[in-house]
């Protein structure tokens, strides 16, 4: 199993930049990718970026040049930095992890609260 645990959310107003971060312990050896989804009120749990085993990289078209993820800490800790923030980019950002070969599970965070406000 793959247990998460994220940091980093807060409050920030429009413009600025707040870094998330997300740590895996368990069966790191068998995680594939590891990613970020948020989910806003009354809307459906999206994928923000992703980051695979090979560090390919994927983003969601609404923060293209203005999130960056990276991995870090012998490949365990995954960060998603979130430069010019927007009030539409507030929700509960999720870490995900994506683990196993055969039949791949999903490991998920418990959340941390991002609101962009002035």
């Known amino acids: 199993q793959v247990h998460l645990v994220e940091s980093g959310g807060g409050l920030v107003q429009p413009g600025g930049s707040l870094r998330l971060s997300c740590a895996a312990s368990g069966s790191i050896s068998d995680i594939n990718a590891m990613g970020w989804y948020r989910q806003a009120p009354g809307k459906q749990r999206e994928l923000v970026a992703a980051i695979t085993r090979y560090d390919s990289t994927n983003y969601a078209d609404s923060v293209k040049g203005r999130f960056t993820i990276s991995r870090a800490n012998a490949k365990n800790t995954v960060h998603l930095q979130m430069n010019s923030l927007k009030p539409e980019d507030t929700a509960v950002y999720y870490c995900?992890?994506?683990?196993?070969?055969?039949?791949?599970?999903?490991?998920w965070g418990q959340g941390t609260l991002v609101t962009v406000s002035s």
């Open positions: 995900n992890a994506e683990y196993g070969s055969s039949f791949p599970l999903d490991a």
